[in-house]
T-cell receptor, first 115, second 114 residues
Framework: AQKVTQAQTEISVVEKEDVTLDCVYETRDTTYYLFWYKQPPSGELVFLIRRNSFDEQNEISGRYSWNFQKSTSSFNFTITASQVVDSAVYFCALSDPNQGGKLIFGQGTELSVKP | NAGVTQTPKFRILKIGQSMTLQCAQDMNHNYMYWYRQDPGMGLKLIYYSVGAGITDKGEVPNGYNVSRSTTEDFPLRLELAAPSQTSVYFC?????????????FGQGTRLTVV
């Protein structure tokens, strides 16, 4: 069975601190995708990144970076120099394109960035 | 492009009432999904569709029905509303094929059953 675990329920940091959100996944499939979505207080889901299982390169996009390690089944997300606007719930998700692309979500990590 | 459009945005139902949540996408995506999000939880899949005329159950299908008569539309039907169906509902679509896209989500429908 597929599963995504985000062990950190809530994280609180002060602005400009770096913060890492952890994501651990379980799957027996060799082909899969991993995602991060952001859900701000307004409630919509904002796509941040998609990674396929064959691409373990880390990725950086501005203040955001992602560390994908198949050896530990982890796909962690780091925000550098956090800002108040980063306050949101962040979801990690897993999907198998050979099984309808259904997303399996973690429970989410609520990040609060205080000024 | 409007993307994925859900209506209504908010609704209050009485126990036993029925309603249909509408979802439409204009990206010609073949796959569509309905998820529900309970407070403090991640999203769980209710139903999904791989194309017009084809639907399948997700993790939490009880109390819901869907249909997919066109590529664009994927309505979710609640027949006898129960308090346990109080949740935020998200519709999503994606394209799976030679190239795959991520799932695009609608703005959500906040449903309260009283």
């Amino acid at each position: 069975a597929q599963k995504v675990t985000q062990a950190q329920t809530e994280i609180s940091v002060v602005e400009k601190e770096d913060v890492t959100l952890d994501c651990v996944y379980e799957t027996r499939d060799t082909t899969y995708y991993l995602f991060w979505y952001k859900q701000p207080p307004s409630g919509e889901l904002v796509f941040l990144i998609r990674r396929n299982s064959f691409d373990e390169q880390n990725e950086i996009s501005g203040r955001y970076s992602w560390n994908f390690q198949k050896s530990t089944s982890s796909f962690n997300f780091t925000i550098t120099a956090s800002q108040v606007v980063d306050s949101a719930v962040y979801f990690c998700a897993l999907s198998d394109p050979n099984q309808g692309g259904k997303l399996i979500f973690g429970q989410g990590t609520e990040l609060s960035v205080k000024p | 492009n409007a993307g994925v459009t859900q209506t209504p945005k908010f609704r209050i139902l009485k126990i036993g009432q029925s309603m249909t949540l509408q979802c439409a996408q204009d990206m010609n995506h073949n796959y569509m999904y309905w998820y529900r999000q309970d407070p403090g939880m991640g999203l769980k899949l209710i139903y999904y569709s791989v194309g017009a005329g084809i639907t399948d159950k997700g993790e939490v299908p009880n109390g819901y029905n869907v249909s997919r008569s066109t590529t664009e539309d994927f309505p979710l039907r609640l027949e006898l509303a129960a308090p346990s169906q109080t949740s935020v509902y998200f519709c999503a679509s994606s394209y799976l094929g030679p190239t795959n896209t991520e799932a695009f989500f609608g703005q959500g429908t906040r449903l309260t059953v009283v």
